[in-house]
């Protein structure tokens, strides 16, 4: 078990209508915000009307931010930054999911920088300070309502690129289960797969002393399982929108991975393919994990494969342990499949054409030499090409 | 799932030579602190020389309270007060355990108070301010170093009660496992079953909702399980410390039963034995649990023994459910013997002569309605005779 730091002062104010408490949470903070949202959903789920009112009622002024697009583009980073600047506000308030949220992130950093915001998210130039920023959640997928990371794309660069900052944590976030309610089907899955994702990437390591986080990760998974299907099935289950949101905080803000030191595999080859065509994030990554997992399975990684078997697909314990690891993985395969996502990348018209591109700049100079299995150019081409 | 709020800014330390960052750590919130602890065993683990040496290379200054008892009193809190006042001192660094940090945080709370600190505790006064609370711990239990709660006890009142203040949560813990290699056998086994009792207090429950919660409290039911008994036998293995010490810490932070409502059965008759006996508080609930579950299991609370027996206790979820339950009560009660802890109240020194007092006293004059199974005056008598 690795030495760590458990930091995570944001406030989470979970269940149906707590936003009902967010004005007095921002105003604790700011009088004025940035409300960065997407598309028109957050205004037939009730979210932004809600918002709008305890904004007024709080005496909290506000310009917006709309049509963050999913992949959210350094263009509306920018956009945000100057209407921020136009309008001298101290805070963000992000309406929506991790597209929306990641777009304010970046701009709360970008504000106090005079360059391009493509310099903070490329590495190039540092954040220097960041606005308070608070959420409400409409999405359970990426988690950003409780970590320090966003991802932006620029498209003109082929680039999707994670940036970082510890004040990237919102102060508050409005977890209301009832706002998913009317998310559809494609995204409920797409977004159980990005949160699985998540679990997983820490979940798979050779080191198993972290038997905490292990056992969450487990726990955090059986979740998505069990809920998912109902979610898809009965759109406004609360308990199942409940447990999925709640899964979706806890499977990137640091609970399963305390103790643990796994480099994300699939999610840095997953970025190149939105990077290059603008895929739904979920999606890509739940198509190239049971093709990962095939790949990366051996004698070294097999252990963790069995565990994962076990716990998380109750796989009868006195099988072989080969099968029992080639089971989890075609039930992995089979539980994305039931929920409605695609098996192969080319039914997302994604082809060979960029593939050794691709393949270059996911390694990228370093590769991951700590990863569950170290992977080379070669094996992510070959990864990405079994899923195409 | 009920709606909750989860908001807990301690930032944990954790693994080996955490410790170096303590004074760093201290520094941002204050230049002076009382040192709260308890016996010598600090001096021996080498915790205290190690926080010693952090005060003083930043230039901390600080003043001592030793000699805080297991089961903390009240005359500790007041000595504690009167050390801060006459060296104008600003925060409080406790180094120990649970008994050690409750004091500390009495002290904090009633430094701005001029009454007598037991009106505090009783809830005659309310806490006006809170001193900065910092913490190192060295034995696996109560789970202060990241609560808010703290329970002190009067011996002159025969009086043992639980007390609460949202900035008794400290601002820093350090928890490194080696600071626990030298803990006895018996305060290791105490500490265990103190940790399996908060997560038990929670997971019982007849709502079974919050799916994510409860697999949490399995989680780390499996981890106390897995790893004590190797404490036991090998009191310097890292990794069973390690998990025993994040169990504890998560047991009771609230990461358990979050969307939960259980008032908790157990704690509140335990306290009353402490409050007579003066006994080692874990040791009592370990006793008490399993005749606590019997006496409360009926149709109602069944399917919760179930779910308890197979997925903590990996008993078949094929047979008969009254039996699953009946084998899980006896696995836990063979659990704590098996660690070494005493199956009888008697063996303590415990027989009959306060029975009734304790039962009254411990109902207080509203029980628990909304308990798991709620008890009476009548049923905790019954509870604890059972147990003699």
């Known amino acids: ?25 921002i105003k604790k903070y700011t009088d004025s915000v940035l409300l960065v949202y997407g598309g028109g959903s957050i205004k037939k789920n009730g979210s932004y009307d809600a918002a709008v009112r305890q904004l ?15 992949n959210p583009r350094i263009e509306s980073v920018i956009e945000g930054v100057d209407i921020i600047r136009e309008n001298d506000l101290k805070g963000i308030l992000a309406v929506g999911g991790g597209s929306s949220i990641d777009c304010a992130k970046v701009i709360a950093g970008s504000v106090d920088y ?23 959640l409409t999405l359970s997928a990426t988690g950003s309502e409780m970590d320090r990371n966003a991802v932006i794309s620029n498209t003109k ?17 409005v977890l209301d289960p009832t706002y998913t309610f009317t998310v559809p089907n494609n995204q409920t899955a797409a977004g159980t797969a990005d949160i699985m994702s998540h679990i997983m990437e820490s979940y798979f390591s050779v ?24 979610a898809l099935t009965k759109p406004d289950d609360y308990e199942a929108r409940a447990n999925l949101m709640w899964a979706s905080t806890l499977g990137i803000n640091g609970i399963t991975s305390m103790g643990k030191k796994v480099p994300w595999s699939v999610h840095r080859i997953e970025h190149m393919l939105s990077a290059y065509y603008d895929i739904t994030h979920g999606t890509g990554l739940a198509i190239l994990t049971p093709h990962w ?43 994305f499949s039931s929920i409605g996502i695609p098996e192969k990348l080319g039914e997302l018209g994604i ?36 899923s195409l």
């Not at 370093?366 to 992977?375: D, K, Q, V, Y």
Request: aromatic share 12%.
């Open 56 to 70: 007024n009622e709080y005496g909290i002024r506000f310009e917006e931010l709309a049509g963050v697009a999913p």
């Open 1 to 25: 078990m690795f030495n760590f730091t458990y930091d995570l002062p944001t406030k989470i104010l979970f269940g149906k209508d707590q936003i009902e408490n967010l004005g007095q949470e």
């Open 351 to 386: 082809d060979d054409t960029y593939l050794d591109e691709m393949a270059v700049r996911s390694h990228g100079p370093n590769g991951l030499p700590n990863a569950f299995m170290p992977i080379t150019v070669e094996d992510i081409r070959n990864i990405i090409k079994n």
């Open 114 to 136: 005079q360059g391009d915001p493509w310099d903070l998210v490329s590495g190039k130039a540092k954040y220097k300070s960041v606005l308070p920023i608070f959420t409400v």
């Open 157 to 173: 660069l082929n680039a999707k690129l994670g940036t970082f900052h510890p004040d990237f944590l919102p102060k508050v976030s």
């Open 207 to 230: 080191d198993e002393s972290a038997f905490i986080s292990d056992r969450f990760a487990e726990s955090l998974l059986k979740a998505c399982i069990k809920y998912a299907p109902i």
């Open 293 to 335: 997992m095939e790949y990366v399975l051996n004698e070294t990684t097999l252990p963790r494969f069995v565990t994962f078997g076990i716990n998380v697909w109750n796989i009868d314990a006195s099988l072989p342990k080969e099968q029992i690891a080639k089971t989890a993985i075609a039930k992995t395969r089979a539980f």
